[in-house]
T-cell receptor, first 114, second 113 residues
């Protein structure tokens, strides 16, 4: 069965460190998204990609970067982790040709920056 | 500014009753609206989509309405069960042809046996 996976599931890191969160999907979807979810804010879009070599900034992109070298993967990098980036991160993918436009979410990565 | 509002207070409801959740939005013109379910510690799961030209959509015990004049969607769970306890998110399409979404903060439902 097709799926979307994230790793690690939990991560503790120190302020100033570079951190990369992995997202891998086997749906063969062109569209991929990264969100963060915090109490009181809901899901907020960080970066998104509509295909290989395409990346775009979302509403909360400062301090984050992504790259898309293949269809399956969209890693999210925190260049220099800050305590404000402690959050739960979700990756999602979708097929723009699918009539329901649904997004398929991964299980999330809980990141703590100390 | 753009806003998507869902009730921040949890909805506690007796098993068998109908749960109704509201999603209000301002300064959006969504082509469609989606509802997702999220269980603790898991990612959201898609439930339903309703388009701007549709008034109502049903799926099993779920019903969604969409009023673009009122800028509101209602989400109903009929004959609610304890297994329906979760947080429900509404999401509006930022329609650029590739289904980028803006999410509400979610509304928790607790079904009491």
């Amino acid at each position: 069965d097709a799926e979307i996976t994230q790793s690690p599931r939990h991560k503790i890191t120190e302020t100033g460190r570079q951190v990369t969160l992995a997202c891998h999907q086997t749906w063969n979807h062109n569209n991929m998204f990264w969100y963060r979810q915090d109490l009181g804010h809901g899901l907020r879009l960080i970066h998104y990609s509509y295909g290989v070599q395409d990346t775009n900034k979302g509403e909360v992109s400062d301090g984050y970067s992504v790259s898309r070298s293949n269809t399956e993967d969209l890693p999210l990098t925190l260049e220099s982790a800050a305590s404000s980036q402690t959050s739960v991160y979700f990756c999602a993918s979708s097929d723009p040709g699918q009539g329901t436009y649904e997004q398929y979410f991964g299980p999330g990565t809980r990141l703590t920056v100390t | 500014s753009q806003k998507i509002e869902q009730n921040s207070e949890a909805l506690n409801i007796q098993e068998g009753k109908t749960a109704t959740l509201t999603c209000n939005y301002t300064n959006y013109s969504p082509a469609y609206l989606q509802w997702y379910r999220q269980d603790p510690g898991r990612g959201p799961v898609f439930l339903l989509l309703i388009r701007e030209n549709e008034k109502e959509k049903r799926k099993e015990r779920l019903k969604v309405t969409f009023d673009t004049t009122l800028k509101q969607s209602l989400f109903h769970i009929t004959a609610s069960q304890p297994a329906d306890s979760a947080t429900y998110l509404c999401a509006l399409a930022l329609f650029d042809g590739n289904n980028r979404l803006a999410f509400g903060k979610g509304n928790q439902v607790v079904v009491i046996p």
